[in-house]
């Protein structure tokens, strides 16, 4: 059965500092991956997806980047950390010919 | 472009009591709609989905949703809640057709049972 992985579950990062979060998914091939952030109130933003290898779309322009460096390896990373990047942070995962998304459990990022 | 509107932020019901949790979106081709629960500090779980056929669509834990094409509607429901049902829920939009399925939600519902 497939299963996806996402760590840390919590971390707290003073501003200016790196990020770095991993998600990796198991039991599948090819997957689409995804990152999103939830603000409180304001539901789940998308900010990354990638179909392939080092293929990465993003949704929306921030102080955040992602990589792909493997098939069932997701990255999230930041160079500096802004206070206005807490917020929890979902990884996701949809078969290649499939949309049901699968959801990791989460990253609680508060930044101080 | 798509969106997704959940009418309420919050919904107080008690325990045993039916509960709606009101879902619409907006988009102009075909769609795939789901339903997501998400309990504190967790990961979203799937609750149902609507991708073709019936209208009526049911999920785990008793809940059901009815896809109204004509009222561009995906309601979420369920006759007798529980304790547990405390959670906060997602109505979610993705659209046909090939390629990466990039879901949209709505901003939430947080559903309280009261006992």
């Known amino acids: 059965s497939q299963t996806i992985h996402q760590w840390p579950a919590t971390l707290v990062q003073p501003v200016g500092s790196p990020l770095s979060l991993e998600c990796t998914v198991e039991?599948?091939?090819?997957?689409?991956l995804y990152w999103y952030r939830q603000a409180a109130g304001r539901g789940l933003q998308l900010l990354f997806y990638?179909?392939?290898?080092?293929?990465i779309s993003s949704e929306v322009p921030q102080n955040l980047s992602a990589s792909r460096p493997q098939d069932r390896q997701f990255i999230l990373s930041s160079k500096k950390l802004l206070l206005s990047d807490s917020g929890f942070y979902l990884c996701?995962?949809?078969?290649?010919?499939?949309?049901?998304?699968?959801f990791g459990q989460g990253t609680r990022l508060t930044v101080v | 472009a798509q969106s997704v509107t959940q009418l309420d932020s919050q919904v107080p019901v008690f325990e045993e009591a039916p509960v709606e949790l009101r879902c619409n979106y907006s988009?102009?081709?075909?769609?795939?709609l789901f339903w997501y629960v998400q309990y504190p500090n967790q990961g979203l779980q799937l609750l149902l989905k609507?991708?073709?056929?019936?209208?009526l669509v049911k999920g785990i834990n008793g809940f059901e949703a009815e896809f109204n094409k004509s009222q561009t509607s995906f309601h979420l429901r369920k006759p007798s809640v529980h304790i547990s049902d405390t959670a906060e829920y997602f109505c979610a939009v993705t659209e046909g057709g090939a390629g990466s399925y990039q879901l949209t939600f709505g901003k939430g519902t947080k559903l309280s049972v009261i006992p």
């Open positions: 990638s179909v392939g290898i080092g293929q």
């Open positions: 609507y991708l073709s056929g019936s209208t």
């Open positions: 039991g599948t091939s090819n997957p689409n």
């Open positions: 988009s102009s081709v075909s769609v795939y």
């Open positions: 996701a995962w949809t078969p290649l010919d499939g949309v049901e998304a699968f």
